[in-house]
């Protein structure tokens, strides 16, 4: 690990800041790392407000889109409500489902199965809309780049609605109207929504013009901070306003397929990152074990007893997947091994029995033991698929892209994308990958890294510190947990290891006869030796509250140490 202290804001502007808040200087540093610099700034950091969310009619397109769907709702028509088969997409689907259903009966869902049609808008899928007399699809978190399928449907008579969030292409659809805050030519004032976010832009202008206001769209909110949770996207901006009102209605008045997995997690309040590991696997399960359907039904039923059979399946489908991947994760490290590449710039495997559903975990899988951009591909169909993921500071999209003569279809995002690609090219591709990575890539980047915020002194570490640092939450991409440094830190004589196989480290710390505080060290059993016979160390950490016997304390959780 390497550990990289952030800058330190100006001395004068932490000064001003903090008399402004009446906070510690270590709070108005932190504030100020965050692109907050005034009063104004931190209250609506501290006290998000729906009625700072943008005007929805500011996206390109969105009256164009608005005007069709009224026209639809007008005449009759049918809609085919169309989402990829992830959590983004499949709580996409659910959230404009449920809301055209509040204004017409003549609404459909499609999600496509990931093994037979793969990701994004299907041939199949525009059959079936034709099949069933549809004149209009809305395709959720996918679309951006289905020129041929969206001029198909055409042919058809069938129109497009696309709400996506991936970066365009050089061309774009001829879709009646396109919503992508990341297109060129939109002048959106936030570009970091997902595809659930820009579904929801959809329904707050539809519902503008039908009368209603945001408050009135607030039961949608569970939907939308579950996606933003799990596709990883910035939780600054518009996002932080979706996530934290989200987060409220999933911890006060969830759904009832919410509520039904969170019942069975024993959780009695999720944060954004319960959700991220929690609830969106359990999502995520059904379309890569069975089929997406599973989790639109989940998500949109409102009798209870049937969303509890329906989460005890998809349970079922989440435990599938921890097998499937744990199998698979073994399996390419060991090809890894035997090709002995351990020494490459890239890690790119296949084997065509993988299963597809599981590929992008086990990718980040690999990354944990060879710290590198790494593609896991499998068989599907007559092509080969893969999953990309990324080191931080990567951009694994454009290393795709470099490569693009080798692939016939690829798209994503910085840190994840997918691809396939004819198998006779498989080889060819593998070399170019691991010759463009090699040339880009900063080698700095190839050991991971971990972002401190600043050095601190056990003694500042106070409940009414942590209570300000607890308000700093929704926390993800672009406002994550606070990690600080203490320096001159020792065992008070309870340090060990825990867990299976001595895996993890607790030990309870101090500084300069400070007060002690507990530290727990997740798979940090290796550094025992550090911390042994009082030897002085130094650690980066989060704080955190434990809750045991019904007592609440401050702990930290490490996430290194050095002598």
């Known amino acids: 690990m390497r550990w990289t202290l952030k800058p330190k804001p100006e001395l004068s502007k932490v000064k001003h800041l903090s008399e402004a808040l009446q906070v510690e200087d270590a709070i108005a540093s932190l504030l100020l790392s965050r692109g907050i610099e005034t009063y104004e700034d931190a209250k609506q950091f501290f006290r998000p407000s729906l009625d700072e969310l943008h005007d929805p009619f500011l996206m390109k397109d969105m009256d164009k889109a608005v005007e069709r769907i009224e026209k639809a709702f007008a005449d009759g028509e049918n809609i085919l409500v169309f989402g990829d088969y992830d959590v983004d997409g499949t ?118 013009r039908n009368g209603k206001t945001i408050e009135d769209l607030i039961e949608y909110l569970d939907l939308v901070a579950m996606a933003i949770g799990a596709d990883i996207v910035p939780i600054t901006g518009e996002n932080r306003i979706l996530a934290y009102f989200g987060l409220q209605v999933i911890n006060q008045n969830p759904r009832a397929g919410i509520k039904a997995i969170i019942d069975q997690t024993k959780k009695t309040e999720l944060t954004i990152t319960d959700v991220v590991f929690i609830v969106a696997p359990r999502i995520n399960a059904a379309g890569r074990m069975q089929h997406g359907n599973h989790a639109v039904a989940l998500l949109t039923e409102e009798d209870a007893e049937l969303a509890k059979t329906y989460a005890l399946q998809i349970e079922q489908f989440n435990t599938d997947r921890k097998e499937a991947d744990q199998l698979i994760t073994q399996e390419a490290l060991m090809q890894i091994e035997e090709s002995e590449e351990h020494e490459r710039f890239t890690s790119v495997v296949y084997q065509e029995s993988w299963h597809k559903g599981v590929i992008g975990i086990v990718a980040s899988r690999l990354i944990e033991t060879y710290y590198r951009p790494t593609l896991v591909f499998t068989k599907s169909g007559d092509r080969l698929a893969a999953s990309a993921r990324s080191v931080s500071g990567f951009d694994v999209y454009n290393a795709l892209e470099a490569c693009s003569e080798h692939i016939e279809q690829f798209g994503g995002h910085k840190y994840a994308a997918g691809l396939t690609l004819k198998e006779e090219n498989y080889e060819a591709f593998k070399q170019a990958f691991e010759d463009e990575v090699s040339k880009t890539i900063d080698r700095a980047l190839l050991v991971p890294e971990i972002r401190v915020d600043m050095p601190i002194d056990l003694k500042d570490i106070t409940p009414k510190f942590y209570r300000i640092l607890k308000q700093f939450a929704p926390f993800g991409p672009g406002n994550m947990a606070p990690v600080f440094m203490t320096e001159n830190l020792q065992d008070t004589g309870y340090g060990k290891c825990v867990g299976e196989d001595d895996k993890h480290l607790r030990v309870t710390v101090q500084q300069n006869n400070s007060d002690r505080i507990v530290a727990i060290g997740f798979n940090l059993g290796d550094k025992c030796e550090l911390i042994t016979n009082k030897k002085p160390f130094k650690a980066v950490y989060s704080v955190d509250e434990n809750h045991w016997q019904g007592t609440v304390s401050l702990q930290l959780k490490l996430r290194d140490l050095k002598s």
């Open 91 to 208: 709580s996409s689907v659910a959230l404009m489902s449920s809301y055209l259903k509040t204004r017409t009966d003549a609404v459909a869902t499609y999600i496509p199965d990931r093994y037979e049609e793969g990701y994004g808008v299907s041939i199949k899928g525009i059959d079936f809309a034709h099949d069933n007399d549809v004149s209009l699809i809305i395709a959720l978190d996918c679309g951006i780049k289905a020129i041929d399928k969206v001029a198909y449907a055409k042919e058809k008579g069938i129109d497009f609605i696309i709400c996506d969030h991936h970066r365009p292409g050089a061309e774009l659809p001829d879709a009646v109207a396109i919503l992508d805050p990341k297109r060129d030519d939109c002048s959106y004032p936030y570009d970091e929504l997902c595809g659930c976010g820009v579904g929801f832009k959809l329904v707050q202008a539809l519902a503008s």
